[in-house]
């Protein structure tokens, strides 16, 4: 089992920042794929971002290329979503989630993943 924390949720300006972080526990971090995904009610869990093992590998939803950064600290255990320049559309529960997997390959669907947490909210007032 793997346990995953979010935090770094809360309300901020549109164009602002913020820094998310999910803290893992369980087994071997470094042996998960990890990503990020986001919600709104009555909506779908929608791909935001993901990360490879090692780190070499991201990939993300054409809606926040070149606003968001995923990145990994294996020695820590945490996988980190910087979001800039955040609209009111980017507003939902961010959640955080593994897949065990030694691939560069990232998964883009929920059911490619084995593990969730239970969310953080991002807020965006415009």
């Known amino acids: 089992q793997v346990q995953l924390v979010e935090s770094g949720g809360g309300l901020v300006q549109a164009g602002g920042s913020l820094r998310l972080s999910c803290a893992a526990s369980?087994?071997?971090?470094?042996?998960?794929?990890m990503g990020w995904f986001h919600q709104t009610p009555g909506k779908e869990r929608e791909f935001v971002a993901a990360?490879?093992?090692?780190?070499?590998?991201?990939f993300y939803a054409d809606s926040v290329k070149g606003r968001f950064t995923i990145s990994r600290d294996n020695a820590k255990n945490t996988v980190y979503l910087q979001m800039n320049s955040l609209k009111p559309e980017d507003a939902a529960v961010y959640y955080c989630?593994?897949?065990?997997?030694?691939?560069?390959?990232?998964?883009?669907?929920?059911?490619?993943?084995?593990?969730w947490g239970q969310g953080t909210q991002v807020t965006v007032s415009s």
């Open positions: 989630a593994a897949r065990h997997s030694l691939s560069e390959i990232v998964g883009r669907l929920p059911g490619n993943y084995d593990y």
């Open positions: 369980g087994r071997t971090f470094s042996d998960y794929t």
């Open positions: 990360i490879s093992w090692s780190g070499s590998t991201t």
